[in-house]
């Protein structure tokens, strides 16, 4: 079995309805499993986390972060992705 390569996937904004599935959408359509969520909403403050598999994606991973940038434009919210070793390396001490 091969060794899951995961990234971070991060939404932030105002809330509205459909944010969860809209990007959970586009996460299956480009051939990407969710392995954890957590999200939160706070005074209308949408705040999510996803750890996601990007093993074996149907496209390259910067057509994945442009797909997820329009996605957040047209939600009116701020996605990011990030490659999980970057993640890490920005966040040790």
Known sequence: ???????????????????????????????????DISQTILDGFFNMLMVVDISDPTCTFDVLQSDLQALGEELGVQIRIQKNEIFEAMHQI
């Open 1 to 35: 079995m091969a060794v899951a390569s995961k990234a971070v996937v991060t939404v932030l904004g105002f809330d509205r309805k459909g944010i969860i599935a809209k990007v959970s959408g586009v996460l299956y359509e480009r051939g990407i499993n969710i392995l």
